[in-house]
């Protein structure tokens, strides 16, 4: 596995966009085998890309990105893990070691979600009735295509097979089944809002949202993302719910 990191100074460069000296890291059995640092003097994104694709890169961690390159990247199979910063072999030292979310990695003004791990997912077949006060409402939910993180982000928001919710001040993770989208359904909006507010959930995230029905969340009170991350766990990794559309 390579990674690739853009430098300044031997820490993470501030803005992926800018970078003009990249750290190509070799990873192989949970430990660092070869490091090279390469320049890039172009400005294009697509040169960029081809520049990150012509070296084997399988993983970006950059800190600030901006949406459209990231979605170049990550069209190319390459996974992008933004918000980081700090001294780049400590950066390294610290992905080896699964502590890429600690604090002192963190780009400032970023709230990372918790890490959540597959064992911390709860599949819920009924949601609760019960509805949640707006104050009370601060899970995320993320359209997808199968009941993990690894699924696919939905790609239309009416036809995802589930909701996965995730909170963010403890990790937790659970599956909503949405029956009517595997069926091809149109659920009424009202239902819609009703139900994000009785999961819970402050923030949803997906590919697409029609106006129609982003209109009915956003007036319940539910903020709504948008972008083209390709699962679940890079939407959370990109920092999706701190986007806004």
């Not at 002192?104 to 003004?109: A, D, N």
């Not at 507010?197 to 007036?219: D, N, W, Y």
Request: charged content about 25%.
């Amino acid at each position: 596995m390579r990674i690739a990191l853009p430098t300044w100074r031997q820490r993470i460069s501030p803005v992926l966009d800018t970078a003009t000296l990249f750290r190509f890291v070799d990873v192989e059995g949970g430990c660092q085998t070869a490091w090279q640092e390469l320049p890039w003097n172009g400005t294009e994104h697509v040169g960029r890309v081809q520049f990150l694709m012509g070296f084997g890169t399988d993983i970006v961690i950059c800190c600030a990105v901006s949406r459209r390159l990231q979605v170049e990247i990550e069209a190319c199979g390459i996974h992008v893990l933004a918000h980081t910063c700090g001294p780049v072999d400590d950066v390294v030292a610290a992905y080896l070691q699964n502590r890429l979310t600690d604090e002192v990695f963190r780009m400032p003004g970023c709230r990372r979600l918790p890490d959540c791990t597959e064992r911390k997912i709860r599949v819920v077949e009924c949601a609760d009735t019960t509805q949640v006060g707006l104050a009370e409402r601060r899970k995320i939910a993320f359209t997808a295509d199968g009941p993990n993180l690894d699924a696919p982000l939905a790609r239309y928001f009416g036809k995802c097979a589930y909701f996965v919710v995730i909170d963010p001040d403890t990790g937790a993770c659970e599956v909503h089944a949405n029956v009517g989208g595997r069926a091809g359904e149109t659920k009424r909006r009202s239902d819609i809002a009703s139900r994000m507010a009785r999961m819970g959930v402050h923030t949803l995230v997906s590919r697409t949202i029609g106006p129609r029905v982003r209109a009915e969340l956003e007036s319940a009170r539910v903020q709504v993302v948008t972008g083209a991350w390709p699962t679940v766990r890079s939407a959370i990794d990109a920092g999706a719910p701190e986007h806004r559309d």
